[in-house]
């Protein structure tokens, strides 16, 4: 008897506590930038597609839902021909943004993606690609890595020596 | 041979092991992991790269012990080694710090990533962090041709390339420049590397620097393959691969690790030659053509049915041409259709009649025809009138390692174990075992011959026939010759039988009778003096060898036929006609014949002309079997599910049998049912049902997975198409699945479909799937040996001795010049490889072609037999005047029959 009375009286002061629920979608809930959400492929400061098609993330999915296939443009820069992400089976876990080497592949507060058919959760390149950098800007794989391609020669890079001339005897 | 086992001990533990090897080996074969970079197994130890340090302790007292490399420690009885010793795991995690001071941050765009040498030895010395700040030194690269991608910014110096480039495969255009940390491995300019072994690279180099440039177009990881066991189809000798497939189309092909067969190489065309399966030029579609002189046109189900029910009716008498390129399979369904004695082989008479000498010979005699590692076991070899580096150049790399026997006894005599690469080369300088080459022009080999002969091809067997008279004096027929053919013969001779391990080889591509005979005598003649002789004879194609094993006609035959009577319907089996006839006869064959039916591959010169054209699936969507020059059966597997009408050349057979005979019964529903029916059909094939497991193993219940454990995209890649996931296609054919699911345990030697183990994600991981590095797989190397040499038959002498042929004025004696890029069909197909098949040419003597007016490059007309060719003249003075070489078989060429006299003119 005295369980139910308190009961009662422990539901009624909850009139004067602060409400915890927020009249979606009138008000967006706060999400934190590393919140993660819908993935996105970014680009880099020059403008370029950031992902180099490594398939790192697709091998850290654990759901299988990421396909691509690589190709080279005529510099020998690797790009995606085709970047798929299955969004009716992510689970986004965020491995696929640890696993990326070069910050293209990134996880975005957004989770607004419901869908009436399944078959539009299935994502290409055009959909996933956005023109910023996202969360981590300045950022240039192309810089870092030993390739030549169109943005740099041999030798040009942030941590490069120039070229050796293999007929220099120097020490 | 059995060896006494020593025993050393081990961070404590006690192993028996085989003496004679080096510290490293031993350990890898006990599964024991020591990073190492520069030791290869085929490539023996230099110790160049410091990285396979462990301690040695003196005695069981020694407590501070020293750093010693393992690749260079004779293992010896009552050895003490510590692999996990603080010291030294901090000596070997110091060398890779040292080494990836250079190293570039390319890995994710790097093709050797996820298979890499490198990146496993890192890992497994535990270096994780960069301390170096400072930056990075650079290469330039160099082009290389179209197989091999150059990167040399990856490159940690191990030397592996150029050891396998210079010592091991006898290239000359790969080399180390400069000196000290400028190292650099490359070519003095930029250009093709020259070496039919090139693609090797990218299996011996631990690191990215030389990459498969045709997988990188279509670039997949290691881990997001396929892979299925298979055989190589490009020449006889049937190599072991690596399927690897992606997307539904072939993405590489790598090395399949067999003991008996390719140890750890295959040859370029075995490795490049596979994008025909991928070409634009596949029939992928069934066409029919509708009324004679109208265009071929694509046909659906219901159409094909009914005019198969016309071309097949039981009152047609039907014609079937197999091909020495189909499976044993579909050549027995084809002559289950039309019947033993309207089964014709697709091959020339002469061919025909060559190989069933040669397997009679192999069958017959006693003389044992040997498998790769057996040839590299030779200590003096003859090459008799074969260019082996371009049919079957895998043979020439291995009579390249035989060469080495001599010198690496010679060593082991001063205490130099054969692992210790350098100092074996060292004391071998130019010291080689004997091997004599006798052919037309220069050879691939000739850097190795002890003895050249150069001469025409008559001259050749009747050199063969003086080498037999005097190996042996009771040689029936009397030979004469001059001085020079006989001291040559008679240092052959004396070599052959002071050898142990002698080896004779020729082949029957060269098309001349009387050198197979010569060969074959020189086989009997040492036979009888020493059984441990060997005879590797080179045949044509990858099935020829099968081919023979079945009753047949020959194609001659066939056309003979068809001047008597109309054929009714002709079945043409995987068998490009216009290469084995002249046009004149398979134009006349095929306007004698009211239907004709090809399935094939790739549209071709025979299917332009066939009536229903069904396409035929490849090596890589069928299963098969097929039988190499030393008469090994091996089997490939399905890697790519077939699509639109592709079908199994057996399974189109199949159905013509149905609608052929509604009566009998054969219930081929799967291909197990099918190689059960040929067994039971022809007893030669029995073991076949032994030999491997069939469509029901299972390990633990499951199939074999062809996908690695983390195969990626499984619920996208058709997500594109639709988004509830399609079912794993079924295959009944085959133990392996197409998925990943399965079991992770190893499967038997022969259904190894990839290479992996913990810890190992490059190709050195096969070192799991050897009794230990060079060994034999676990389970014993795959393939059976149809062929068991009898030795109770007493194979009489061939006495067809060859008399030069008179030449009249501008007359030339004509002999064909293989290529390895070009004379094989299917390989030539592939967009890659195309680029390296040179123009139709023929080679001349300078004296010869400056008779005619010709300097290197113009162009000349060749006349033989009615058939006119125009060709490049290229300088040869190898080549006896009055002889001239022709390439053979290249795309655009028609055919030849050669050797033969022609006429040749300027243009």
Redesign the interface.
């Known amino acids: 008897m005295l369980s139910i009375l308190r009961t009662i009286w422990l539901t009624f002061l909850h009139i004067f506590h602060k409400t915890e629920t927020v009249e979606y979608p009138e008000v967006k809930p706060y999400l934190p930038p590393r919140y993660r959400g819908r993935i996105i492929l970014t680009r880099d400061k020059e403008g370029e597609e950031r992902c180099?098609?490594?398939?790192?993330c697709?091998?850290a999915?654990p759901?299988?839902?990421?396909?691509?296939?690589?190709?080279?443009d005529e510099s020998g820069r690797?790009y995606p021909e085709f970047f798929?992400?299955?969004f009716?089976?992510c689970i986004f876990c965020g491995f696929c943004e640890e696993a990326c080497?070069?910050y293209a592949i990134q996880l975005i507060p957004d989770f607004e993606m419901g869908e009436y058919d399944?078959?539009n959760?299935?994502y290409?390149k055009e959909h996933l690609l956005i023109s910023g950098q996202g969360k981590y800007p300045d950022y240039n794989?192309y810089k870092?890595?030993?390739?030549?391609i169109g943005v740099k020669g041999?030798?040009e890079?942030d941590?490069?020596?120039?070229?050796?001339d293999?007929?220099?005897?120097m020490? | 041979m059995e060896v006494s086992m020593i025993k050393i001990l081990i961070d404590g533990k006690q192993y028996e092991v085989k003496p004679e090897k080096n510290l490293l080996e031993t350990c890898l074969a006990l599964g024991l992991n020591i990073p190492h970079f520069c030791y290869h197994p085929a490539l023996g130890s230099v110790g160049a790269c410091r990285l396979c340090a462990v301690k040695k302790f003196r005695d069981a007292d020694d407590n501070k012990g020293r750093l010693v490399m393992s690749c260079l420690e004779p293992v010896k009885e009552g050895l003490i080694v510590s692999i996990e010793d603080d010291e030294a795991k901090e000596f070997r995690t110091a060398i890779i710090e040292g080494l990836m001071t250079n190293h570039p941050h390319d890995c994710p765009v790097c093709d050797e990533g996820g298979e890499c040498h490198l990146q496993d030895m890192t890992v497994m010395t535990g270096h994780n962090y960069r301390r170096f700040d400072f930056k990075k030194r650079t290469y330039t690269n160099q082009y290389l041709g179209p197989f091999i991608n150059h990167e040399m910014n990856r490159c940690i110096q191990c030397y592996r390339c150029v050891r396998f480039y210079r010592d091991y495969a006898g290239g000359k255009d790969l080399n180390v420049f400069a000196s000290h940390n400028h190292v650099y491995f490359g070519r003095h300019e930029d250009g093709v590397l020259e070496s039919e072994f090139s693609g090797n690279l990218i299996e011996v180099c631990p690191t990215g620097v030389f990459t498969d440039k045709t997988l990188k177009k279509h670039f997949t990881r290691k881990w997001d393959l396929s892979n299925t066991p298979s055989i190589c189809v490009h020449c006889t000798v049937g190599c072991n691969i690596l399927v690897s497939e992606r997307y539904d189309s072939l993405r590489r092909i790598m090395n399949r690790y067999n003991g008996a067969v390719n140890g750890y190489f295959i040859c370029d065309r075995g490795r490049f030659g596979y994008e025909f399966v991928n070409d634009d030029r596949r029939i992928r579609n069934a066409k029919i053509r509708p009324q004679k002189e109208e265009n071929q046109v694509e046909a659906d189900n219901e159409i094909l049915t009914s005019r198969l029910k016309t071309s097949l009716a039981k009152s047609q008498k039907i014609i079937g041409i197999g091909s020495p390129r189909a499976s044993l399979e579909s050549n027995f369904a084809l002559s289950v259709l039309v019947g033993n004695e309207n089964f014709y082989h697709g091959i020339s008479k002469k061919e025909q009649l060559l190989t069933h000498t040669v397997l009679d010979f192999l069958q017959k005699s006693g003389v044992q025809t040997p498998s790769l590692k057996q040839i590299e076991k030779a200590d003096a070899v003859l090459i008799l009138g074969e260019d082996l580096t371009n049919t079957a150049p895998m043979i020439a790399l291995a009579v390249r390692q035989a060469s080495r026997n001599i010198p690496n006894q010679e060593a082991l005599k001063k205490g130099i174990p054969i692992w210790d690469d350098g100092p074996s080369r060292e004391l071998a300088q130019d010291t080689k075992s004997p091997v004599f080459i006798v052919t037309p022009f220069k050879d691939g080999l000739d850097d190795l011959s002890e003895g050249t002969f150069r001469a025409s091809y008559d001259d050749i067997a009747y050199l063969g026939f003086v080498i037999t008279a005097s190996l042996d004096n009771k040689f029936p027929v009397s030979i004469t010759t001059d001085y020079e053919h006989q001291k040559f013969a008679d240092k052959v001779a004396s070599v052959l039988i002071n050898a142990k391990n002698p080896l004779i080889i020729s082949g029957i591509t060269n098309g001349d009778e009387a050198i197979v005979y010569a060969a074959l005598n020189i086989a009997r003649a040492l036979f009888e003096s020493n059984p441990k002789c060997m005879l590797s004879m080179v045949l044509p194609e990858c099935n020829s060898m099968g081919l023979a094993f079945i009753p047949g006609k020959s194609l001659d035959d066939l056309v003979a036929l068809s001047a008597v009577e109309e054929i009714n319907t002709l079945v043409i089996l995987e068998n490009d006609l216009y290469r084995r006839a002249t046009a004149d006869m398979v134009d006349f064959l095929l306007e004698r014949s009211k239907q004709i039916i090809v399935l094939d591959h790739l549209t071709n010169r025979t299917s332009v002309h066939a009536d229903l054209l069904l396409p035929a699936a490849t090596f890589a969507e069928s299963e098969g079997t097929l039988v190499n020059n030393e008469g090994r059966a091996q089997r490939y597997y399905k890697a790519i599910v077939n699509s639109n009408h592709v079908r199994e050349s057996w399974r189109w057979i199949d159905e013509f049998i149905k609608i052929n005979d509604q009566d009998k019964i054969l219930s081929w529903n799967r291909f197990d049912d099918i190689v059960s029916s040929m067994v039971n059909e022809w007893p030669v094939f029995s073991k076949l049902k032994t030999y491997m497991p069939d469509s029901d193993f299972r390990m633990l219940n499951e199939k074999i997975p062809r996908q690695t454990m983390r195969h990626s995209g499984r619920t996208a890649i058709h997500a594109n198409i639709a988004v509830n996931e399609a079912k794993i296609p079924n295959d009944s054919d085959s133990p392996f699945t197409f998925s990943m699911e399965g079991q992770p345990e190893r499967p038997p030697s022969s259904l190894v479909s990839f290479y992996w183990s913990p810890g190992w994600n490059s190709v050195q991981s096969m070192y799991n799937d050897l009794d230990e590095p060079n060994g034999s797989l676990k389970g014993g190397d795959p393939g059976i040996r149809l062929i068991a040499p009898d030795g109770t038959v007493d194979i009489p002498y061939f006495k067809m001795i060859p008399t030069a042929k008179k030449l009249q004025k501008d007359e030339w004696m004509i002999v064909p010049v293989y290529q390895i890029f070009g004379s094989e069909e299917l390989s030539s197909a592939g967009h890659t490889l195309t680029q390296r098949i040179r123009v139709p040419f023929v080679y001349l003597n300078r004296k010869d072609a400056d008779s005619l007016g010709a300097v290197e490059g113009d162009r000349i007309r060749l006349v033989i037999s009615k058939t006119n060719i125009v060709l490049i003249v290229r300088i040869e003075n190898s080549l006896e005047q009055g002889i001239a070489g022709v390439s053979i078989n290249l795309p655009g060429m028609p055919f030849i029959e050669l050797p033969g006299i022609g006429n040749i003119y300027k243009l």
């Open positions: 180099v098609a490594c398939y790192l697709a091998s999915c759901v299988d839902c990421i396909s691509l296939q690589a190709t080279e690797r798929r992400i299955n009716s089976r080497p070069t399944r078959q959760m299935v290409e794989f870092n890595a030993g390739v030549s041999k030798g890079g941590h490069e020596e120039k070229p050796l293999l007929k220099d005897l020490p």
